[in-house]
């Protein structure tokens, strides 16, 4: 390299271009927006949650069943009018970014993307926020790509980084991040570089996520380390009905988003509060019967109690089969959230359930029951997104429990592949192909070919 050359590096209007340079601006920007949006969808909730404890039983009983369909009236008007792309988890958008459009994210998407996640999973619909996040932070590297001007190969790799970023950010697991680009977006095109690029911006953005809320703001999981036992054989049977239960979610999900679709006689921006109004009816009605509401909004608490054994019996099977209503009714109908959280949380009650089976079939301790929560998270994920080494990754890092690698792996591939056998196609493509969008697979060298 020339002195001249180096200098022209070393320039501080330069230096904000070098590739190191601007994966740490994505990470810190990745990080306090996800930072943010958590922040904000756990203010609407909550206060609309209080507002509601505070009228008198039957009134808030009514508020509980139509806040989700106001929800989903404001996003329903937003999409309709202003912002078409705002839907859904946001996931399906950034993959068609950069298989087919280049890169190209714009920032008006990032901010309906947010302001319609708040709306609609602060009222309550049974979405997660960590699909927005990921599209969230994958529009903004490009954005941020756009204003620097990076060469084209460059200004391309700006999503697959974004994209680490969010669900670092997201989820606190920075590991997990690097292996979900690789299993979701890169498997047609891998490349060091790109991996690199994904590495530095998710540690940064993981990094400002723990700065801002804590080491691990979102699970809170108490459960010893484990040996080596006969018990984990439940790995097998979590696995199966992981496989099986994940792909019967995923399927109906597709196949009710399609009827939505055909909905001609209904306005488009009237399905979403739709959807909102049955998810709200089909909530109350759980919690009506167990005294538990989880199927509102992210459902964390409920969940927590799960993996930490405190929910037993017939609730945790009313749970499981409510949330996966509740998802299927609000994302179907159009609403803005992602299927992330909610698949987590379907998983963690049916590995819950089986756990207390067994804990009460072989009169083993019930603390076993945590261990199979976590099992059934995995396993539940990996069959319905498809993800199964994030799946292990994800719940290492947010448990720091690694005794039960072995059977979370076991019992995450077999439901990968029972899920796989019975379809090959991914949710995420599978979404994109109902709204008429191929993705064009190719490497750099067919590009320039």
């Known amino acids: ?69 106001v929800g989903g009236l404001i996003v329903g008007f937003v999409l309709y009018k202003i912002e078409p792309s705002g839907g859904g988890s946001g996931i399906p958008q950034a993959k068609a970014a950069y298989w087919n459009n280049g890169g190209i ?47 084209e190969e460059s200004f391309r790799e700006m999503i697959p980084v974004g994209i680490g970023a969010g669900i670092a950010a997201a989820f606190n697991a920075p590991l997990a991040a690097v292996t979900f680009v690789i299993e979701e977006l890169l498997l047609h095109e891998y490349k060091t570089k790109t991996i690199a690029g994904i590495v530095f911006a998710s540690v940064i953005a993981a990094s400002v996520e723990r700065i801002a ?110 949330k996966i209503l509740a998802t299927i009714l609000s994302y179907s109908s159009g609403g803005s959230g992602g299927i992330f959280a909610p698949t987590l949380f379907m998983g963690t009650m049916m590995g819950s359930f089986i756990g207390y089976s067994t804990s009460m079939l072989f009169s083993i301790d019930s603390v076993i029951i945590g261990g199979a929560a976590l099992m059934g998270m995995g396993a539940f994920f990996a069959g319905s997104i498809r993800a199964p080494f994030t799946s292990v990754l994800i719940i290492y890092e947010m448990t720091h429990n690694y005794s039960l690698v072995l059977p979370l792996m076991f019992g995450n591939m077999i439901a990968f592949n029972i899920a796989e056998k019975i379809s090959h196609t991914r949710v995420y493509d599978s979404l994109l192909v109902q709204d008429g969008i191929f993705l064009n697979y190719h490497s750099d060298k067919d590009r320039g070919s």
């Open 213 to 322: 809320l804590g080491a691990n703001p979102i699970y809170n999981v108490n459960l010893p380390d484990f040996g080596l036992d006969w018990w984990m054989l439940i790995s097998i049977p979590i696995g199966v009905f992981g496989g099986f239960s994940g792909n019967f979610f995923i399927q109906g999900l597709l196949k009710t988003r399609k009827k939505f679709k055909e909905l001609k006689q209904v306005p488009v921006w009237l399905k979403p509060a739709i959807g909102g109004f049955l998810m709200g009816i089909v909530g109350t009605t759980v919690y009506l019967t167990t005294s538990h509401h989880g199927l509102f909004g992210l459902g964390y608490e409920d969940l927590n109690d799960a993996l930490n054994g405190k929910l037993l019996g017939v609730t945790l099977i009313i749970l499981f089969v409510g």
């Open 105 to 151: 994210l714009s920032f008006r998407e990032t901010f309906w993307r947010y302001i319609l996640g708040v709306v609609s999973i602060g009222s309550g619909n049974s979405l997660g926020r960590e699909g927005p996040t990921v599209h969230l932070c994958a529009s903004l590297a490009s954005v941020i790509g756009q204003r620097l001007k990076l060469r």
């Open 1 to 69: 390299m020339k002195f001249s050359t180096f200098l022209h590096t070393l320039n501080p209007m330069n230096l904000h271009r070098q590739p190191f340079a601007v994966y740490i601006i994505i990470g810190l920007v990745c990080g306090l927006i996800a930072v943010a949006f958590h922040l904000s969808i756990e203010y609407v909730f909550d206060h609309i949650v209080d507002f509601q404890n505070k009228q008198s039983r039957w009134l808030s009983i009514i508020l509980m069943i139509l806040a989700p369909a």
